[in-house]
């Protein structure tokens, strides 16, 4: 379907629709062989926000993207304000402008469905993704919509669900004095709250609602309470989503782990989350609802973080180079 001089919307074979008319994700590919990506994107953001605020996920596929500049060209000509990365969990290097690597763990490890920093009060709203290096196999970046999650939850585990709603729920992590590099949110103090001064720390952290007590070789961060169930969209759109960090805390459910090493969650209100046959039960959920696309070099790939969840797939056969960008 052509929409317009600059893009043309084309269809894959991963893709999922709903009964709401929502194409997931959508897919945009240029109208001509002379379309401009940048000027594309300057002369039709009103749309692209709006089919954002929609379908919650665009790829753009076949665009002239090859480096880390072209992609900090793209992410700057949407213009949106830079996310800050405050408190972040993710080992993450800057490359360039407002480009960073995404997830510096072990490529052969699977990093669960999560909403960006749902761990915490300051969220970004937008992720950008650039695959500048194609997987051969595997790696791929699983999206899903998280509304959908909610209805499935609610409908098969009601009583959890509303008691999720009802008291929000509370993070604990251990987290270290250096890098762990072979954990998916193994990022150092230093690092999350960009300082070596405990003290700033403790006043970053705050701002964070989450208190740091200091242990003999890390910090346990307790974040919370905070909301389990968001209602975001427009008034006559608004949909309540499943944004909590459970899902990536207790993933190890499904190989018999109770729950990840020093990370855990628990109820606003300081009761044990044990309900873990329904926490298995969503993560089969997000692995039937999810769409998974293998990238392809050159990939754009513009999330709503408020809407959808991602993933990453276990690498299989290298190379691979994924970086990102965070936004407001």
């Known amino acids: 379907m052509a929409t317009g001089k600059f ?14 008319g929502i194409v997931f994700p959508t897919v945009l590919s240029p109208a001509s062989n002379t379309c401009n990506f940048t000027e594309a994107i300057k002369a039709q953001k009103s749309w692209l926000e709006s089919l954002l605020e929609t379908n919650g996920v665009i790829l753009f596929r076949g665009f002239h993207v090859e480096s880390p500049s072209d992609f900090n060209d793209v992410v700057e000509a949407f213009g949106f304000p830079e996310a800050p990365y405050v408190g972040g969990r993710a080992p993450r290097t800057k490359v360039v402008g407002r480009v960073f690597t995404a997830n510096e763990s072990p490529p052969d490890k699977r990093v669960p469905f999560h909403h960006e920093m749902a ?19 595997g790696g791929e970046t699983p999206i899903l919509l998280s509304h959908i999650i909610y209805d499935k939850m609610k409908e098969r585990h009601p009583d959890f669900v509303s008691r999720l709603e009802e008291h929000g729920v509370t993070y604990v992590k251990i987290m270290s004095d250096e890098v762990n590099s072979s954990d998916i949110g193994g990022s150092d103090w230093r690092s999350a709250y960009m300082t070596d001064d405990k003290i700033v720390a403790e006043e970053r952290a705050a701002k964070l609602e989450t208190k740091l007590e200091w242990l003999e070789n890390g910090v346990k961060l307790i974040t919370g309470p905070l909301p389990a169930i968001r209602i975001f969209g427009e008034k006559d759109n608004q ?17 018999n782990n109770i729950q990840q090493p020093g990370s855990f969650a628990m109820y606003g209100n300081g009761d044990p989350m044990v309900e873990y046959d329904a926490i298995v039960d969503c993560l089969r959920i997000m692995d039937e609802e999810c769409v998974i696309t293998p990238w392809k070099k050159g990939d754009v790939m513009l999330v709503n973080n408020l809407m959808a969840l991602h993933a990453r797939q276990p690498l299989l056969k290298p190379p691979r180079r994924v970086l990102a960008s965070l936004c407001k």
């Open 119 to 137: 761990y915490g009060p300051d969220f970004p709203n937008k992720l950008f993704f650039f695959c500048e290096e194609e997987p051969v196999s």
């Open 239 to 255: 949909r309540k989503t499943w944004f909590n960090f459970t899902s990536l805390f207790y993933d190890g459910l499904k190989n």
């Open 7 to 20: 893009f043309q919307e084309v269809n894959l074979p991963e893709q999922k629709s709903y009964a709401d």
